[in-house]
T-cell receptor, first 111, second 114 residues
Framework: DADVTQTPRNRITKTGKRIMLECSQT?????MYWYRQDPGLGLRLIYY???????NKGEISDGYSVSRQAQAKFSLSLESAIPNQTALYFC??????????FGSGTQLSVL | QQQVKQSPQSLIVQKGGISIINCAYE??????FPWYQQFPGKGPALLIA?????SEKKEGRFTISFNKSAKQFSLHIMDSQPGDSATYFC?????????????FGQGTTLQVKP
């Protein structure tokens, strides 16, 4: 079983729709992150959370929001999806060490 | 503004050859430099990392070379194998408590031909 699970794996939605991407982890890590990956741009940090009561904006937070429902769950929402939010989204976790553990990603297409 | 610039975008190497991927950074406050490896359909996974107090770190066939004065670091893959075919990302962060807040390079797609 995967330690960091993202759902759904693929999602197609329309412009203006609200969508939520979910992430759960069994690693027991306090720190969770959302990144997006675009061809030619690498990965960019959207939001991160160091514990249940902590939420921080990353490099590209506009148009996104997050919720840390529990230590193991961190969801990313697009309130009104737009086509340039089409990307591969990754959730990741870490403890106080240096290593990030990534999920397998959610491919989102906004038409 | 890309704070970490990675090259080349793609690389083809023969089996047994050396693969070299380069990265340059701008922010002198960066103090942690990892390399992540990503296979198709998977998330990135940490391959090797270095801090600026050393100029080189080796783990098996993978070596990071770090040049603090030039603000550059590179990944060398010795005796490249077809199983090394993947996308490689360099990254950087600053602050010992912020090693998960990474600035990534653009990525390099490596193909190792048998």
């Amino acid at each position: 079983d995967a330690d960091v699970t993202q759902t759904p794996r693929n999602r197609i939605t329309k412009t203006g729709k609200r969508i939520m991407l979910e992430c759960s982890q069994t690693k027991g890590h306090d720190r969770m992150y959302w990144y997006r990956q675009d061809p030619g741009l690498g990965l960019r940090l959207i939001y991160y959370s160091f514990d249940v009561k902590d939420i921080n904006k990353g490099e590209i937070s506009d148009g996104y929001s997050v919720s840390r429902q529990a230590q193991a769950k961190f969801s990313l929402s697009l309130e009104s999806a737009i086509p340039n939010q089409t990307a591969l989204y990754f959730c990741a976790t870490s403890d106080f060490g240096e290593k990030l553990f990534f999920g397998s990603g959610t491919q989102l297409s906004v038409l | 503004q890309q704070q970490v610039k990675q090259s080349p975008q793609s690389l083809i190497v023969q089996k047994g050859g050396i693969s070299i991927i380069n990265c340059a950074y701008e922010n002198t406050a960066f103090d942690y430099f990892p390399w992540y490896q990503q296979f198709p359909g998977k998330g990135p996974a940490l391959l090797i990392a270095i801090r600026p107090d050393v100029s080189e770190k080796k783990e098996g066939r993978f070596t990071i070379s770090f040049n603090k004065s030039a603000k550059q670091f590179s990944l060398h893959i010795m005796d490249s194998q077809p199983g090394d075919s993947a996308t490689y990302f360099c990254a950087a962060s600053r602050g010992s408590s912020n090693t998960g807040k990474l600035i990534f390079g653009q990525g390099t797609t490596l193909q190792v031909k048998p």
